[in-house]
């Protein structure tokens, strides 16, 4: 069966997304937000940072967005995720090593 994280090609990191709204969100919000890092911004708009394992995932975080009735600023793929939790195994048919 293939994998079909979405991830940089040539690697194996999940993508790290930044999703942009119109309010202020406290940290108690990262659990539904899937553990993304959650940023309350001077202009009063919030930054969910974080990885994002596939398109189903992303998805799945915009319609959290929209059930808060939050207004969507911007949505931007940043990079791939690179964390001590997540190293490449070699010959593990692209899944990472997770300690």
Same mark, same amino acid.
């Given at each position: 069966?293939?994998?079909?994280? =979405? ?12 999703? *942009?709204? =119109? ?17 309350? =911004?001077?202009?009063? =708009? ?11 995932? %992303?998805?799945? %975080?915009? *319609?959290?967005? *929209?059930?808060?009735? %939050?207004? %969507? ?24 090593? *997770?300690?």
């Amino acid at each position: 069966m293939e994998d079909t994280r =979405e991830a940089h090609p040539g690697s194996h990191w999940p993508l790290v997304y930044q999703i *942009r709204v =119109e309010a202020h969100l406290g940290a108690q919000w990262a659990d539904w937000f899937e553990g993304m890092t959650i940023t309350a =911004e001077a202009n009063g =708009e919030t930054l969910l940072t974080g990885p994002v394992v596939d398109q189903a995932m %992303l998805h799945s %975080l915009l *319609r959290k967005v *929209r059930d808060l009735g %939050l207004s %969507l600023v911007s949505v931007m793929r940043v990079g791939p995720a690179r964390t001590d939790r997540a190293t490449p195994q070699a010959g593990a048919a692209g899944k990472g090593n *997770r300690s």
